[in-house]
């Protein structure tokens, strides 16, 4: 998404739209090369539609901060991302309804009444002329009415689902998830092992890592399914290396695994 893609208005600030504008970088650290993600982009795309004026979005209380970005990175893509309430489709939609049932109706209504009372004290050709430019009239309003109805419904349903996507129902907002990298110096041993954290939106250089027991909290933590699959990487790879003569205490450290290590 690049800066001129992103309308100027109300609560966005500058430095919200230079953040789409290219200012979010990869991380440039150990060879690591996380940064935007199509998930951040996938995210931006559904919470970018409005289906109600004056919704707001908050991160859980409990929220893991390895896995989440802060309140105040959330808030400023929200800001970037989202229109401002006027756009919001409920009401068009609404609008758009109360057209084709209220004043549209009226003007059917009056036209089929105004007919009607002509009819009694009006005859001849001018009069059938004037009866078949009414109906031709009132046949076009109806096709009209009709179509404004199935644009209402295509918008209420659109608005709808959109609720539904964004979980704004049940109250949980979602987030793209963190991107996880793990690197070491393949001359060292374990301990040399640096783990690469990045929240969604993140900008610059990951948070890193180093240690068995920093690395260890981090992905034992609630909402980092990255372990266990990080754990089979792991010890398949040692395992891998001892089938082709490597040492194992070397790639496993006195017995345990390397997964054993790392989570230490």
Same mark, same amino acid.
């Given at each position: 998404?690049?800066?001129?893609?992103?309308?100027?208005?109300?609560?966005?600030?500058?430095?919200?739209?230079?953040?789409?504008?290219?200012?979010? =970088?990869?991380?440039?650290?150990?060879?690591?090369?996380?940064? $935007?993600?199509?998930?951040?982009?996938?995210?931006?795309?559904?919470?970018?539609?409005?289906?109600?004026?004056?919704?707001?979005?908050?991160?859980?209380?409990?929220?893991?901060?390895?896995?989440?970005?802060?309140?105040? =990175?959330?808030?400023?893509?929200?800001?970037?991302?989202?229109?401002?309430?006027?756009?919001?489709?409920?009401?068009?939609?609404?609008?758009?309804?109360?057209?084709?049932?209220?004043?549209?109706?009226?003007?059917?209504?009056? %036209?089929?009444?105004?007919?009607?009372?002509?009819?009694?004290?009006?005859?001849?050709?001018?009069?059938? /002329?004037?009866?078949?430019?009414?109906?031709?009239?009132?046949?076009?309003?109806? &096709?009209?009415? /009709?179509?404004?109805?199935?644009?209402?419904?295509? %918008?209420?349903?659109?608005?709808?689902?959109? $609720?539904?996507?964004?979980?704004?129902? =049940?109250?949980?907002?979602?987030?793209?998830?963190?991107?996880?990298? %793990?690197?070491?110096? +393949?001359?060292?041993?374990?301990?040399?092992?640096? %783990?690469?954290?990045?929240?969604?939106?993140?900008?610059?250089?990951?948070?890193?890592?180093?240690?068995?027991?920093?690395?260890? +909290?981090?992905?034992?933590?609630?909402?980092?399914?990255?372990?266990?699959?990080?754990? @089979?990487?792991? @010890?398949?790879?040692?395992?891998?290396?001892?089938?082709?003569?490597?040492?194992?205490?070397?790639?496993?450290?006195?017995? &345990?695994?390397?997964?054993?290590?790392?989570?230490?």
């Amino acid at each position: 998404m690049g800066e001129e893609d992103i309308e100027q208005h109300d609560g966005l600030d500058t430095h919200e739209v230079d953040y789409y504008g290219g200012a979010q =970088t990869q991380c440039s650290k150990d060879g690591c090369t996380l940064g $935007r993600t199509d998930a951040e982009e996938s995210y931006e795309a559904l919470m970018s539609g409005l289906p109600d004026p004056d919704v707001t979005f908050t991160l859980p209380h409990d929220a893991n901060p390895y896995v989440t970005p802060t309140q105040s =990175t959330f808030d400023m893509v929200m800001n970037a991302i989202r229109p401002p309430d006027e756009h919001a489709i409920q009401p068009i939609a609404d609008t758009w309804e109360e057209l084709a049932e209220s004043h549209l109706k009226l003007i059917q209504e009056d %036209l089929r009444e105004a007919t009607t009372n002509v009819a009694n004290s009006w005859v001849g050709d001018d009069f059938d /002329d004037l009866e078949e430019n009414m109906n031709t009239t009132l046949t076009n309003l109806g &096709s009209t009415r /009709d179509k404004i109805t199935d644009l209402s419904d295509e %918008l209420t349903e659109a608005a709808s689902n959109l $609720r539904t996507h964004q979980a704004l129902e =049940t109250g949980e907002t979602p987030f793209p998830p963190a991107g996880f990298n %793990l690197v070491n110096d +393949e001359s060292g041993c374990c301990d040399d092992y640096k %783990l690469h954290v990045r929240p969604p939106w993140h900008s610059g250089d990951c948070e890193i890592f180093e240690g068995g027991d920093e690395i260890a +909290e981090v992905l034992v933590s609630e909402g980092a399914s990255f372990a266990q699959e990080e754990r @089979e990487r792991i @010890e398949t790879r040692a395992e891998t290396l001892v089938d082709v003569g490597g040492s194992s205490q070397y790639i496993t450290g006195s017995g &345990s695994t390397a997964a054993d290590n790392l989570a230490r």
